[in-house]
C-alpha cells in the first residue's frame, strides 16, 4: 500500500497539534506500508520562512517531500488585513482564495507535484481544513482523499471557498464528537464515510519528579501550562485570572509554563517560564502537577489534555471550547471556566481536594485507555483509508 500525506508543516521538532498527528500516523504507516509526505520547508507557521532545505529526505522510515513557499508571512500585517476582512459578507472565493495565499504556506510547487503523482497513491491523506496545501490539494487530487480536519468554530470556517474543502474528500478523520457535530451542521456530508478517530496517546515513561521540582526550584504545588504561550492561545486570559486567584488566594497553587514565548514574558508572582524542556522533563513536569490548564477557546483536541490525564492530572479548560468541555464531560476528570471567578474556584478546589483529585485521576487514566489507545486510532484511520480506496470499510 502506497499512502500520501499533506499538510503545513512536518518534521522533529516541529510543535502543533496536527503536525504531531500526521507525524505520528505517517511513521506509524511506515511500518506496514510506503509514506510519501507533502509538505512545506517552514518549521514556523508565523513567517512560513524556507528554513528546511527542498526536496526529498527520508525521515524515520517516511519519504518526505518538501516544497519552498513562494512568499513569508508578515503576521501583523496578515491579522490587520484579515479582521475587517472577516466581518465583510460580500466576500468574492477569487478574494478568498487571495487571503488563503496571504495566510500561507503558498507551496504552488507542491500542488503541481501532487497533482503529477496522485495516481501512485492507494489513498491520500490531507491535514487541517484550513491552509493552502489542504485547499488547492484537495482540488487537484479528490479521489482517494481522506480529510483530517482538526475543524475548530472561527471565521474562515465561514468562508465559501471552505465549502469545496468539504465537498472533495471520500472520508473524514474527526478528532473528537464535538468535532464532528460541527462540521456536520455546517457542511452537507451526506453518506461519505466519517469516523472520530481520535490520536493516540502513548503510555509515559516513569519519571523522577521529585528530581524535575528540585532541577527547577519548584518547592509548591502548581498548575501547569504546556504549549505555545501566546495571547491567542487565550495565555494572557489565563495569566490575569491566575493573578486574580493568586491575590485572592495568598497559597494558592503556582502556574508553571512550558513552551516558547510568543508574548512578553509575564513577571506576575507565582508565575514559572521554563522554556523549552526534553520529552522527560515534560513527563515529569506533568507528573508533578495538580492540574493541566488548557486555556484556549479554538481546540480540536488538544493533545496536551490528553497527555496529562493519561498521567491522571485533572484539567482545567476553558469553558467557551465545545472539545474541551466535552472531554471534562466524557472523562470525569476536568473543571471549566469562563470567568475569572470560576477560574480560581476551580483552582481552589483541585489544590485542596485530595479525594476530588483522587478521583478525577482514576477517571482521567481510564479515559485516555478506553478512547486514545493508538491499536484502536490506527484500526479507524485503515478503516477510513479502505473507504477511500474504495474497498468496504
Known sequence: MKLGFVLQRYGEGITGGSESLARALAERFA???????FTSCAR???TWRNELAPGR???HGVEVLRFESARERDLDAFNAYSEPFYLRTDRTPEEERDWLVRQGPFVPGLVEELARRKGEFDAILFFTYLYYPTCEGLRVAPERAVLVPTTHDEPPLRFSVF??????????????????????SRFELGDRP???????VEAPPVTDVLAFRTRHDLLRPYALYAGRIDAGKGCDEMIAFHAAYRRAQAG???????????????REPGVRHLGFVSEQEKWAAFAGASA?????????????????????VPALVNGRSDVLVEHCRRSNAGLWYETAEEF??????????????????????RYVAAEYRWDVVMERYRSLIAAARGSRP
Open 292 to 312: 493541566v490548564v488548557c486555556p484556549s477557546p479554538y481546540e480540536s483536541l488538544s493533545i496536551v489534555l490528553l497527555e496529562g490525564m493519561a498521567q491522571g
Open 344 to 365: 480560581g474556584e476551580a483552582l481552589d478546589l483541585l489544590a485542596r481536594g485530595d479525594g476530588l483529585r483522587q478521583a478525577m485521576a482514576q477517571n482521567a487514566r
Open 194 to 200: 466519517g469516523l472520530v478517530a481520535g490520536m493516540g
Open 252 to 266: 494558592g497553587l503556582d502556574l508553571v509554563l512550558l513552551g516558547k514565548l510568543a508574548m512578553p514574558e509575564p
Open 44 to 46: 514556523d507557521y508565523v
Open 57 to 59: 529526505s527520508h525521515e
Open 163 to 184: 465549502r469545496e474543502v468539504f465537498d472533495a474528500p471520500r472520508a473524514f478523520a474527526f478528532l473528537t464528537p464535538a468535532e464532528e457535530r460541527l462540521v456536520r
Open 31 to 37: 511500518r506496514e506500508a510506503e509514506v510519501t509526505v
